[in-house]
């Protein structure tokens, strides 16, 4: 698919799970989604090349601090709803798409999967801790739901991949070969993942009120700046755009599940809207890089006609 294309392709998704909230019905398919774009990012991927970074650590530091910062905040104002909200909000690791996305914008896909390993396993082990600290009551069964939800969407891909390029090496080549059908199940899993926000908000039973509504769609909007930013901020000097990327596309679903189990569904509206962020900024970007290769282009068919002129010019003389 043409990289112009790309970003009418995403906000298309949008406008076809909006309209058509029935789409939730298939929630079913998102993990696997999900498990396909890492099995094809992961065919490729050296691992021995991966490497932690020093602001990897940072990203990690800020994906724990802004959940636990964010909700003392809401608490010094008893606004415990959005306390809770700013909490799951922010806690969600690295999106598991990240990489894939990543490779679409031409960015440092090791980069991206060793911040994906280092804060997924990260928030794995804090928050059976921070669980009952947010909540302020005890949370059984805590760990092993964070470790059966690492293990299935993110080990099994990483598994299933290196089987299959030991037993076939020139299996790494599928990840481009296969790069529009990745980029086609991203597409698949946004709009199931509007389409499943727009029925549960508009479901009379989950109390949904308007305000409520744009309240902590502004929140999740706040945290989602401040993690793009503050991600490029934190970044090597190489590394900036990618360190913004790891931290500001996170793995919502993880966070919408747990919000929902062990608050309640308004909570849920945090991440849940989070989601329409972080990808209209992954859009923004997609718009930007095909803007970029548009003007590279002109460019170079200017300079090339300008060098075919010359060189008439010259045999003409001659």
Wanted: proline share 5%; charged share 15%; with cysteine.
């Amino acid at each position: 698919m043409a990289s112009s294309l790309r970003p009418l392709a995403l906000l298309g998704a949008f406008v076809v799970g909006y309209l058509f909230p029935q789409g939730a019905a298939l929630a079913w398919a998102i993990p696997w989604f999900v498990r396909f774009m890492l099995f094809a990012v992961f065919l490729k991927l050296e691992f021995p090349k991966l490497r932690l970074r020093r602001s990897h650590w940072a990203i990690l530091a800020l994906n724990l601090g802004f959940a636990v910062v964010g909700c003392e905040l809401f608490r010094l104002f008893d606004a415990e709803t959005f306390a809770l909200a700013a909490f799951f909000t922010a806690i969600a690791p690295t999106a598991t798409a990240a990489p894939a996305v990543g490779g679409f914008l031409k960015r440092d896909v090791e980069y991206i999967v060793a911040g994906l390993l280092l804060t997924t396993f990260g928030v794995a082990v804090a928050l059976p801790t921070l669980l009952p600290w947010a909540l302020g009551k005890p949370v059984s069964g805590a760990f092993l739901d964070v470790a059966a939800n690492v293990g299935s969407v993110v080990v099994a891909p990483i598994v299933a991949a290196r089987i299959v390029r030991a037993l076939y090496p020139a299996s790494q080549g599928w990840t481009a070969r296969l790069k529009n059908v990745t980029f086609g199940a991203w597409v698949a899993m946004v709009t199931i993942i509007a389409a499943k926000a727009t029925a549960f908000i508009a479901d009379p039973a989950n109390g949904v009120r308007p305000t409520i509504l744009l309240e902590i769609g502004a929140l999740s909007l706040v945290v989602c700046v401040l993690n793009f930013g503050l991600g490029y901020l934190v970044g090597e000097r190489d590394f900036r755009p990618e360190s913004s990327q790891t931290l500001g596309q996170k793995n919502t679903g993880a966070a919408i599940y747990f919000a929902a189990l062990y608050a309640d569904p308004i909570v849920a509206l945090g991440p849940t809207l989070y989601v329409l962020w972080h990808n209209l900024c992954n859009a923004l970007q997609l718009q930007a890089l095909a803007t970029k290769e548009r003007k590279a282009e002109r460019g170079a068919a200017v300079k090339n006609d300008a060098v075919s002129q010359t060189e008439q010019n010259v045999n003409q003389n001659i």
